[in-house]
């Protein structure tokens, strides 16, 4: 089996009454490519912020590789081979690709490294035409590849992506499946998505989010024909 | 990147040159001595806010630190070359402490202007009560509300006889500001100058891309006081004496309107807006028909509504309109101003 790459065991993120994330235990191995779906507010966004230290749990431990990181600052996990792609857009609106790309490069690379690494990645990303263009005056599918790359140039062992083809046209979301497989190469990946063909396009496996739990957890076939599932989901989002 | 770095420091140098030739010819150098450093004062708040989106109500604290660290240092030591080292470093080591706990401590924008402010009054309102013999560093009094005066002035090193000033010290001064502006120069190209734009546009992206905010914010906030110091320490040798009015709110608050004038996120922008204002200001002082705070009143508010970027960016701006191609690089140091307003509001 392979290594571990991520772990919660009890996560729970309170917010006043809210429970966002009740008691979650989720494991990841790593090159695994999960998806995560369940209703909006299910709590899925939540569950990444705190796994990458944006908030810190209630209660609960996240372990990465091994090790315990729950109280870790964002940049600290970062810092070990950790991208997120966030819900929001997250990007440097008033710079540059290639600059917002360049600084992306440039926490784990020389300034000279960093620019052979933004040029290769802005190619492979299909982005050189637009590389010297400010990331505010970019359309939506642009901006998301863009934050793509922010997270792949650092070469992550663990990816996190919020809803990557969210607002995207077909050809966009194709172009996003290219890049999410290139990246499931040589790190583990969990896509929150809503978008049940694009789901089964790239992942086997599915855990289901619901009211903060996770309600199953299991091959994307199962998981689509659970009558649970389609209840808890089809019946919110209809 | 290396050649428009060596291209920075000729255009800097050219017209810094320029200027230091011609303005004489117009202006007093004793006039033009205080807009240098008043220049140097705008520019270390231009740097920090600026170009690391952090708001500092307070940087008249580190001027204020900086010129009275060289006056106790210069009446203790009896020459200048070490307090004008002290200078610097005091107000930078005080910054980066302050920075530590407030970074650290993530306060968010507007409690760090607040706690700036503060530490900045409580400065003024502890030298102002220190008029008691008992109030001594060294053989420096601190004089409270009285000040400091009487201390060495700037002498050519290794030789405390060898005062430098009048004309002197203008050129002392403006090569001073034009070195500072240099390594500023060299700073916003840097990494780190780069990395600290980055964290002005989107702290919780660059966290995730793996920078230390804190760290970095509180090494920017400490160079930006070392700057103030500096500027502090050369006002000091131009007035001769120090008092507390350095450290005051109407102090810091013009600090913040030449920045706004002059215009935010470019390296000129707040020199000019400092210099330039405050020349209005000694101008209006000789004469008593208008009130000066009240004119120095219309010209914010006319900033703000119809030049938000401020001056310089605008004149760049219809530079490139008139003359030039339009560069993409141009107008987009204004439009970061917008945005930040338009994400805070
Ligand atoms: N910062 C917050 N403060 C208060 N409530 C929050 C906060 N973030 C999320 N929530 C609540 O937690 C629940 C889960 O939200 P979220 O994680 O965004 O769900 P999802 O991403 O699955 O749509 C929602 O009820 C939401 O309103
Ligand atoms: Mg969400």
Known sequence: MAEIVLETQGLTMRFGGVVAANNVDFTLHARELRCLIGPNGAGKSTFFKCVTGLQTPTEGQVFMRGEETTQWMSHEIASLGVGIKTQNPNVLDSLSVFENIWLAARRFHTPIEANRKSQEIIERLALSSIARADLGQLAHGERQRVELGLVAVGDPWLVLLDEPAAGMSAEDVERMTEIIHELNKSAAIVIVEHDMQFIRSIAENVTVFHQGSVLMEDHVDLVMADQTVRNVYLGKKA | ?345
């Open chain 2, 1 to 345: 990147m290396q050649g428009s770095m060596s291209k920075d420091v000729m255009t800097t140098l050219v017209v810094s040159a320029a200027l230091i030739w011609a303005l004489p010819l117009m202006v007093s150098t004793y006039t033009l001595t205080i807009l240098i450093i008043y220049g140097m004062l705008g520019l270390s708040l231009g740097l920090i806010w600026g170009f690391g989106g952090i708001i500092c109500f307070g940087q008249a604290a580190y001027f204020g630190l900086g010129a009275y660290t060289y006056a106790i240092a210069a009446i203790n030591f009896g020459e200048s070359t070490i307090p004008m080292l002290l200078a610097v470093i005091v107000p930078a080591i005080f910054a980066a402490l302050l920075g530590l706990m407030m970074f650290y401590g993530r306060l968010t924008d507007v409690y760090l202007g607040v706690i700036t402010l503060v530490v900045m009054l409580i400065l003024f309102k502890f030298i102002n009560s220190t008029a008691g013999p008992q109030y001594v560093i060294g053989n420096a009094r601190l004089g409270g509300y009285n000040g400091i005066p009487g201390f060495q002035t700037l002498n050519v090193p290794g030789d405390p006889s060898a005062y430098i000033w009048g004309d002197a010290y203008f050129y002392v001064c403006a090569v001073m500001l034009a070195l500072v502006f240099i390594l500023v120069s060299a700073l916003l190209r840097s990494s780190f100058g780069r990395i600290a734009v980055g964290i002005r546009e989107n702290e919780t992206r660059m966290s995730l891309m793996g920078y230390d905010i804190r760290a970095r914010k509180t090494i920017l906030f400490s160079i930006g006081a070392a700057i103030a110091g500096l500027a502090g320490a050369l006002f000091a040798n131009w007035s001769e004496i120090v008092t507390p009015s350095l450290f005051s709110l109407r102090q810091s608050a013009e600090i913040i309107i030449w920045c706004i004038v002059g215009g935010f996120s470019n390296r000129v922008g707040p020199i000019f807006g400092a210099a330039g204002l405050a020349y209005i200001k000694i101008l209006l002082g000789q004469q008593s028909m208008v009130d000066n705070t009240l004119i120095m009143g219309i010209i914010l508010v006319v900033f703000v509504l119809f030049l938000p970027k401020g001056l310089v960016p605008a004149v760049a701006e219809l530079w490139n309109i008139s003359f030039g191609r339009r560069k993409r690089g141009a107008s987009r140091s204004g439009r970061r101003v917008r945005n930040r307003g338009k994400a805070n509001g």
